[in-house]
């Protein structure tokens, strides 16, 4: 895959859209690293969160994807995180503003909360967008700074 390696996690009530989303990352050539969970068995959410930032943070994947029920849980896990930029997108147009002015590097979504098709949309515009810069740059620089003034 061109660029890198891209890591999929989900906790339980994510898995179904993880795994459609990992088969078309797979369909378009991308190189997927899957850190679970395997099975809609109840697991922490945390846990597959900070998974996904370690893989980030440490370069084994240059993006990420996750999902949970709402993705809400799941992506203020990996924030911790500083290296990484995680965001909730609910349609196409949050996906490519989270790339242009946020420079984001991974996605969540909420399985109970986006459609199958938005979400398979918005995945493709998150990875085709790039980031702006500029103005933004700045910005970006703070979230790994610590947000202080």
Do not use: W
């Given at each position: 895959?061109p660029g ?12 179904d859209l ?65 290296k990484v ?65």
């Amino acid at each position: 895959m061109p660029g890198g390696a891209i890591a999929v996690a989900s906790d339980h009530a994510g898995f179904d859209l993880k795994e459609i989303l990992k088969r078309d990352l797979q369909e378009a050539g991308h190189d997927v690293l899957d850190l679970g969970t395997d099975s809609t068995q109840s697991v922490d959410y945390p846990d597959f969160g900070m998974a996904m930032a370690d893989a980030v943070a440490s370069g084994q994947a240059v993006k990420g994807v996750l999902v949970c029920g709402t993705g809400i849980g799941i992506s203020m896990a990996a924030n911790r995180n500083p290296k990484v930029r995680a965001a909730l997108v609910h349609d196409v147009t949050s996906a490519r503003l989270s790339r242009q002015h946020n420079d984001a590097n991974v996605v969540a979504f909420g399985q109970r909360l986006i459609g199958t098709e938005t979400a398979r949309e918005a995945l493709k515009v998150f990875l085709d967008t790039k980031f702006e810069g500029g103005r933004h740059a700045g910005r970006v620089a703070k979230l790994s700074k610590g947000c202080t003034k």
